[in-house]
Each structure stands twice: as structure tokens, then as C-alpha cells.
């Protein structure tokens, strides 16, 4: 299984530093929002080789930590991926009605 970092940029009037992901997607969605670039910057085969402990946390916690229940893994790895659905979706709305 490979595992990616993605830099998303998105354009708005606002600080998006004051929201979280699923405000801005939810922005995006709106029109208040749009996605200008999505961009694959690292593929790595294993967690342990991701250089980032917040995404380490995300992926089972530190390198050769195995007692993270997998449970909890798979809910935050569908949480994630609901973000980027609607980040993708929000970016793809728009353009299905021109």
C-alpha cells in the first residue's frame, strides 16, 4: 500500500488559518472557495519511512509502535478521505454545470 503527501492550494478571502479542512471544503462547495493545484509531493511504501509525526500519528504512531488499534487507524483514514472527497468533489461541482 503506498501512502502520499498531496499540497492542495486553494484561493480564498478569508484566513484559512482561522478554519479547518472541512471548512474550507466546505467553502469550496459554495463557491466561496476554489482549488487552484493538487499535487502529489512524496510516495512512500510503509508508514515508518513518512517524515512527519502528525501524519505518523495519523498512520499508527511512532515508527515500530504496533499496539494502535487498528480501529481507530481506519476511522481517521476515513475521516481523511471524506475531507478529500469533498475537496475534489467541491472543485469538480462547479464544472459539471457549465
Do not use: H
Not at 45 to 61: K, L, T
Not at 62 to 87: F, H, I, P, T
Amino acid at each position: 500500500m503506498a501512502y502520499y503527501k498531496v499540497r492542495i492550494e486553494v484561493w480564498c478571502d478569508w484566513n484559512p488559518a482561522e478554519s479547518d479542512l472541512d471548512d474550507i471544503a466546505q467553502s469550496m462547495g459554495v463557491g466561496e472557495a476554489i482549488c487552484t493545484r493538487r499535487e502529489v509531493v512524496a510516495v512512500v511504501n510503509r508508514p515508518q519511512d513518512i517524515e512527519d509525526e502528525e501524519a505518523m500519528s495519523f498512520f499508527g504512531g511512532s515508527e515500530g509502535d504496533a499496539d494502535v488499534d487498528k480501529a481507530v487507524r481506519n476511522k481517521k483514514k476515513q475521516e481523511l478521505c471524506s475531507q478529500a472527497r469533498a475537496l475534489v468533489n467541491a472543485k469538480i461541482a462547479p464544472l459539471a454545470g457549465r
